[in-house]
Nanobody, 126 residues
């Protein structure tokens, strides 16, 4: 049974930082791409990932909107992927989900991801 469990969300002031964790089990971690997605209040979940990493070859993807502020990393010894978010903005407020895909997609499309976690809430106050 594949499971992804996110943690690390919370209430943070604008300008602060957070590190989200995604612990996986039930899959061969080194074979998968892990992505982070988010869903802002009142909006649909974004179609493409906000940060993705391939555990096969280490490649990473960030959309322009988060480059320089978001950093994704992977610890294969812990089957865990991290998302560090710096310089948080109120518009980063969302539920953040991690997901696993067996293939790499150039812009990390959510349609490639078959396994999803339950999400962790990030709230940024101004």
């Amino acid at each position: 049974q594949v499971q992804l469990v996110e943690s690390g969300g919370g209430l943070v002031q604008a300008g602060g930082s957070l590190r989200l964790s995604c612990v996986t089990s039930g899959l061969t971690f080194s074979w998968y791409t892990i992505g982070w997605f988010r869903q802002a209040p009142g909006k649909e979940r974004e179609r493409n990932g906000i940060s993705c990493i391939s555990n096969v070859d280490g490649r990473k993807y960030y959309p322009d909107s988060v480059k320089g502020r978001f950093t994704i990393s992977s610890d294969k010894t812990k089957n865990t992927v991290y998302l560090e978010i710096n310089q948080l903005k109120p518009e980063d407020t969302a539920v953040y989900y991690c997901a696993a895909a067996a293939v790499w997609g150039r812009v990390c499309p959510s349609a490639y991801f078959g396994y999803w976690g339950q999400g962790t809430q990030v709230t940024v106050s101004s």
